[in-house]
């Protein structure tokens, strides 16, 4: 029995030692931790991300259409008949429907979010009518969350995007441009003959799935430019259901700017809900029996939930919103039993009778805390010094045998 827990104590300890940054910026120089503000670091260090380990529980989010506000012409990417194909060389449109994929690959990849099934959140909104943010403030907002068993619901909105296109006055450009009868658009040897720029502006709202309330915004501001060469490498997000259109456009300028908006935004979300304990809702309840709507990913065998009663709904008198109420504490539940989307766990001293559907349920586990990198040093600034310390290396002069 000893030996069992100071394993399991040993174990404990060998996860709090190597907890992981929240994510790392991949480049050619290494991977390097992110600081707590990325205001400190360079667009093009945050296109390529890579999400630290977590093994803590996840918070349910439900991801409302794209919407787009910038002043320009949607573009639907989405395949089938009635759709419209979009260019990502000449394409001037905002694809809402490829970004919304791009931001649910960034919230699946950082492994602290379970987002909901979009195929049931959107027979919720056709249902509740919430399908443009102007009503994403009413009461039904509230009715969605419950519906679906959701925390939050986040709202994306596009504010503004520019695809711009300059002429390179190079030389390289102009033999190019002489090759190809004029084409300002053509590549040879990978090499383009255009300067580019994309730029993003996108606003993140979280929605309390509870009360409707905007418990988080945050406008994240993108400008990125290619001068005169194009942007090489892999996808930096997988394909998915938007087919050859994400690794295409992954490789633009708008697109890799939409990529760092993305992770940008996704980032100040898991600072706000990322590193939080499970909590959720009873389902129904029965001596020895009750039922959580909290699977696998949020709670795990073994693990106490507190039951907390909700008391009178407080009502704001001026909007008609619900503003929450005072919790009451009734007792606990150990979880026994751990399915994909729900838990079945028993009381520990207390009756049953006293809760019932809806009520609240919480993790006694401490939530898993963020780790950021105390300060940042930029890609660049990494290259340099590699740079300068394998030229010194090259002239050190070698010890006589």
């Given at each position: 029995m000893k030996?069992?827990?100071?394993a399991?104590?040993?174990?404990?300890?060998?996860?709090?030692?190597?907890?992981?940054?929240?994510a790392?910026s991949?480049?050619?120089?290494?991977?390097?931790?992110?600081?707590?503000?990325?205001?400190?670091?360079?667009?093009?260090?945050?296109?390529?991300l890579?999400?630290?380990?977590?093994?803590?529980?996840?918070?349910?989010?439900?991801?409302?259409?794209?919407?787009?506000?910038?002043?320009?012409?949607?573009?639907?990417?989405?395949?089938?008949?009635?759709?419209?194909r979009?260019d990502v060389?000449?394409?001037r449109g905002?694809?809402?429907?490829?970004?919304?994929?791009?931001?649910m690959?960034?919230?699946n990849?950082?492994?602290?979010?379970?987002?909901?099934e979009?195929t049931?959140?959107?027979?919720?909104?056709?249902?509740?009518?919430?399908g443009?943010?102007g009503?994403?403030?009413q009461?039904?907002?509230?009715?969605?969350?419950?519906?679906?068993g959701?925390?939050?619901l986040?709202?994306?909105v596009v504010?503004?995007?520019e695809?711009?296109?300059?002429?390179?006055?190079?030389?390289?450009?102009?033999?190019?441009?002489?090759?190809?009868?004029?084409?300002?658009?053509?590549?040879l040897?990978?090499i383009?003959?255009?300067?580019?720029r994309?730029?993003?502006?996108?606003?993140?709202?979280?929605?309390d799935?509870?009360?409707s309330e905007?418990v988080?915004?945050?406008?994240?501001?993108?400008?990125?430019?290619n001068?005169g060469?194009t942007?090489?490498?892999?996808?930096?997000?997988?394909s998915?259901?938007m087919?050859?259109?994400?690794?295409?456009y992954?490789?633009?300028?708008?697109?890799?700017?939409?990529?760092a908006?993305?992770?940008?935004?996704?980032?100040?979300?898991a600072?706000?809900?990322g590193?939080?304990?499970a909590?959720?809702?009873?389902?129904?309840?029965?001596?020895?029996?009750?039922?959580?709507?909290?699977?696998?990913g949020?709670?795990?065998?073994?693990?106490t939930?507190?039951?907390?009663?909700?008391g009178?709904?407080?009502?704001?008198p001026?909007?008609?919103?619900?503003?929450?109420?005072?919790?009451?504490?009734?007792?606990?539940?150990?979880?026994h039993?751990?399915?994909?989307?729900?838990?079945?766990g028993?009381?520990?001293?207390?009756?049953?009778?006293?809760?019932?559907?809806?009520?609240?349920?919480?993790?006694?586990?401490?939530?898993?805390?963020?780790?950021?990198?105390?300060?940042?040093?930029?890609?660049?600034k990494?290259k340099?010094?590699?740079?300068?310390?394998?030229?010194?290396n090259?002239?050190?002069?070698?010890?006589?045998?």
């Amino acid at each position: 029995m000893k030996q069992i827990l100071l394993a399991l104590l040993f174990t404990s300890l060998s996860s709090f030692v190597s907890a992981d940054y929240l994510a790392y910026s991949v480049s050619s120089s290494g991977k390097i931790p992110l600081p707590k503000n990325l205001d400190l670091v360079e667009v093009e260090s945050l296109v390529n991300l890579e999400w630290g380990e977590y093994r803590g529980p996840k918070g349910r989010v439900g991801i409302l259409p794209v919407e787009n506000n910038s002043g320009g012409s949607t573009s639907t990417v989405l395949s089938g008949s009635n759709s419209v194909r979009y260019d990502v060389k000449n394409g001037r449109g905002v694809p809402v429907e490829g970004i919304e994929a791009i931001l649910m690959n960034t919230m699946n990849a950082t492994g602290r979010f379970r987002l909901l099934e979009r195929t049931v959140l959107d027979q919720a909104l056709k249902e509740q009518d919430l399908g443009a943010s102007g009503r994403i403030s009413q009461p039904s907002a509230a009715k969605i969350g419950k519906l679906l068993g959701a925390e939050y619901l986040l709202q994306a909105v596009v504010t503004n995007y520019e695809r711009g296109v300059k002429q390179s006055s190079n030389a390289l450009g102009g033999l190019v441009s002489g090759v190809v009868g004029g084409n300002a658009g053509a590549l040879l040897g990978g090499i383009g003959i255009k300067k580019q720029r994309g730029v993003i502006g996108m606003n993140f709202r979280l929605i309390d799935a509870e009360t409707s309330e905007i418990v988080f915004s945050n406008q994240s501001e993108v400008t990125l430019t290619n001068k005169g060469v194009t942007f090489a490498g892999s996808a930096v997000v997988s394909s998915g259901a938007m087919g050859d259109f994400i690794s295409s456009y992954s490789q633009t300028p708008i697109g890799k700017a939409v990529i760092a908006a993305c992770n940008k935004g996704v980032f100040e979300l898991a600072k706000q809900i990322g590193s939080k304990s499970a909590s959720g809702t009873i389902i129904k309840a029965s001596p020895g029996k009750i039922f959580v709507n909290l699977g696998a990913g949020s709670v795990s065998k073994g693990e106490t939930l507190v039951v907390l009663k909700k008391g009178e709904d407080l009502i704001d008198p001026d909007t008609g919103l619900s503003l929450g109420g005072e919790m009451e504490r009734v007792g606990r539940i150990r979880i026994h039993n751990v399915h994909e989307k729900y838990s079945i766990g028993e009381e520990e001293n207390f009756d049953v009778s006293r809760i019932s559907r809806g009520d609240v349920v919480q993790s006694m586990n401490t939530a898993t805390g963020l780790k950021f990198a105390e300060k940042w040093t930029s890609s660049k600034k990494l290259k340099k010094k590699f740079n300068k310390e394998s030229l010194r290396n090259l002239f050190k002069k070698k010890p006589k045998d």
